[in-house]
C-alpha cells in the first residue's frame, strides 16, 4: 500500500526495493518485531505461538456450536474472532443451515506453531478500519474515511497519517519504536493440524454424514491485536483471530481485481 506517500517515505521504499529478497525479509522481521514488542510487551509476543495453539480448538468448538443453533455460541465466537471474520462465518453457517446441514469440527491435535508473517500498523484505528472493513459501516462511508489519510506500507510496516499531519513513515516507526505511538499487530501462525471435518444433514429427523473428512494437515491463523496505544502506563491489548488460511485475505484480492478489471473497461 502506497498511497500519496511522501517523498521522504518514496526514497526509503525505492533503497529498501534493491535490496535482496533475503534481507528485506530479515528487515521486515526486525523492524516489525520491535514495533510489536514496544507496544504489546515481550512476553505477549513470546506466548503468541502458543496462544494461536490453544485457541483452536475453541474455535472448533464454537463454531459447531454455533451450527448446532446454541444461542451463546455467536455472541462467544464475537469475543474470538474480528468483525468480518464473524460475519463471514454467521453467513456460512446460515446458509448450511437452510440447507439442513450442520458442521461438525474436532481438533485432535495441534503441533509446531510457528511465526510465519508479522505486520504492524501504526496511526488512527479508524484509518485501518476503513481499509480492512472492520468497522460497521457502508463501503462508500468507508471509502471517504481512507481519503482522509495517506496510508505508506514499507517492510510490512504501514503507517496511516492525517493528510494534515506532516508524520513521515520513518518519523512514525521511530515513534513506534520507542513507544510514543498506537500501533495494531497482525501475526500469521502456521500450525500442523489433526482434525476433523464433518457436514451432517438431516432429513426426516435421521442424520446422515455427507463429509467425512479427517486428516492432518496445515493451517495458517491469522491473529490481530487491538490498536494498542503504547505511550499509557499500562496498555491493555487483545489477541483476536482475524483469518483463517487467508479466507478473507483472497477475498479482498479478488474482489480488488475485479474492481481493477471492470476500470479498465
Known amino acids: 500500500i502506497?498511497?500519496?506517500?511522501?517523498?521522504?517515505?518514496?526514497?526509503?521504499?525505492a533503497a529498501v526495493g534493491v535490496l535482496p529478497l533475503s534481507a528485506r525479509r530479515t528487515l521486515a522481521y526486525t523492524l516489525n518485531m520491535r514495533v510489536a514488542r514496544a507496544a504489546l510487551g515481550a512476553a505477549a509476543m513470546d506466548s503468541v505461538c502458543d496462544g494461536a495453539a490453544a485457541v483452536l480448538p475453541r474455535v472448533a468448538s464454537l463454531l459447531s456450536s454455533a451450527s448446532r443453533c446454541d444461542v451463546d455460541a455467536p455472541e462467544e465466537l464475537s469475543r474470538v474472532f474480528t468483525g468480518p471474520l464473524l460475519a463471514h462465518y454467521m453467513r456460512d453457517l446460515d446458509r448450511l443451515r437452510r440447507d439442513h446441514v450442520r458442521l461438525d469440527l474436532k481438533v485432535h491435535s495441534v503441533?509446531?506453531?510457528?511465526?510465519?508473517?508479522?505486520?504492524?500498523?501504526?496511526?488512527?484505528?479508524?484509518?485501518?478500519?476503513?481499509?480492512?472493513?472492520a468497522a460497521q459501516v457502508s463501503s462508500l462511508r468507508a471509502g471517504l474515511t481512507r481519503q482522509k489519510y495517506?496510508?505508506?506500507?514499507v517492510l510490512g510496516a504501514t503507517h496511516a497519517a492525517p493528510y494534515k499531519?506532516?508524520?513521515?513513515?520513518?518519523?512514525?516507526?521511530?515513534?513506534?519504536?520507542?513507544?510514543?505511538?498506537?500501533?495494531?499487530?497482525?501475526?500469521?501462525?502456521?500450525?500442523?493440524?489433526?482434525?476433523?471435518?464433518?457436514?451432517?444433514?438431516?432429513h426426516n429427523g435421521v442424520d446422515k454424514t455427507i463429509v467425512d473428512d479427517d486428516a492432518t494437515r496445515n493451517l495458517v491463523l491469522t491473529l490481530e491485536s487491538t490498536a494498542v496505544d503504547?505511550?499509557?502506563?499500562?496498555?491493555?491489548?487483545?489477541?483476536?483471530?482475524?483469518?483463517?488460511?487467508?479466507?478473507?485475505?483472497?477475498?479482498?484480492?479478488?474482489?480488488?481485481?475485479f474492481v481493477e478489471a471492470k476500470l479498465a473497461e
Request: proline share 4%; hydrophobic share 40%.
Open 2 to 13: 502506497r498511497q500519496n506517500a511522501g517523498i521522504g517515505d518514496g526514497a526509503v521504499s
Open 111 to 133: 503441533e509446531n506453531p510457528r511465526l510465519q508473517h508479522l505486520r504492524t500498523h501504526t496511526g488512527p484505528e479508524a484509518a485501518f478500519a476503513a481499509l480492512n472493513g
Open 150 to 153: 495517506r496510508y505508506t506500507s
Open 165 to 202: 499531519t506532516p508524520l513521515s513513515w520513518s518519523a512514525a516507526m521511530m515513534a513506534a519504536i520507542g513507544g510514543q505511538a498506537q500501533v495494531r499487530v497482525r501475526i500469521d501462525v502456521e500450525l500442523m493440524v489433526h482434525m476433523r471435518y464433518r457436514l451432517i444433514n438431516k
Open 230 to 257: 503504547a505511550a499509557e502506563d499500562q496498555p491493555q491489548f487483545e489477541w483476536r483471530v482475524a483469518d483463517i488460511d487467508y479466507l478473507l485475505s483472497s477475498e479482498r484480492r479478488i474482489e480488488s481485481e
